[in-house]
């Protein structure tokens, strides 16, 4: 069974640049996670979709982030324009979800997205 | 708020040697305890979890881990580790009413020498 799909694995592009990231999850999952890992640190959450649905976007920068589920089931996470700061690895996590078990709750995570924003 | 703590950054410790990687929580409510692997360029990978029931937990690759609320703490351990242990580990909390919503400490980096 494939796991979560992310790409593309690396990114580089200059500040004011827009850029996105794309998440397939595991097939069945109804919950979609996006992580911000800066380096040396743990992943902190930026939003979480109950299929299409954001239910907690409220540590995502909305002034140039954006992120969309459409048909609840692949993610795209946007970011315009680009800061330098923006650079870290972006980790997309999906899991049941649905009927919300401790079980079902399991995240898995995919390999991430690197940006580098010069 | 729940809120994770990783006590050491950085742990080194030679092949076959005993490790052991703590983490502290604390949180108001009842939670439920992670701990993930990170190998380099790649995502996390659960190695165990606590959600009820014992309070030593086993997971993969021969690492366990220990509950201890009167502590708050769920320390991470392995008797002898191997080269291929190297990684970044990550404790995480999520709390009972928080559906998945993982809080992550700020990881340990195990460095297993010859």
């Known amino acids: 069974e494939a796991g979560v799909v992310q790409s593309p694995r690396y990114k580089i592009i200059e500040k004011k640049q827009p850029v996105a990231f794309w998440c397939n999850p595991i097939?069945?999952?109804?919950?979609l996670y996006w992580y911000l890992q800066n380096l040396g640190q743990g992943p902190e959450l930026l939003i979480r979709y109950e299929n299409e649905e954001a239910v907690d976007d409220s540590q995502l920068p909305k002034d140039r982030f954006s992120a969309e589920r459409l048909k609840g089931v692949d993610s795209t996470l946007k970011i315009q324009p680009a800061e330098l700061g923006d650079s870290a690895v972006y980790l997309c996590?999906?899991?049941?979800?649905?009927?919300?078990?401790?079980?079902?709750?399991?995240?898995?995570f995919g390999p991430g997205t690197r940006l580098t924003v010069l | 708020a729940q809120s994770v703590t990783q006590l050491d950054s950085q742990v080194p410790v030679f092949e076959e040697a005993p490790v052991e990687l703590r983490c502290n929580y604390s949180s108001s409510v009842s939670v439920y305890l992670f701990w993930y692997v990170q190998y380099p360029n790649q995502g996390l990978q659960l190695l165990l979890k606590y959600l009820s029931g014992s309070t030593l937990v086993k997971g993969i690759n021969g690492f366990e881990a220990e509950f201890n609320k009167s502590q708050t703490s769920f320390h991470l351990r392995k008797p002898s580790v191997h080269i291929s242990d190297t990684a970044e580990y990550f404790c995480a909390v999520t709390v009972g009413t928080s559906y998945g919503k993982l809080t992550f400490g700020q990881g340990t980096i195990l460095t297993v020498h010859p």
């Open positions: 097939s069945g999952h109804n919950t």
């Open positions: 996590a999906s899991s049941l979800g649905y009927v919300r078990t401790s079980e079902d709750n399991e995240q898995f």
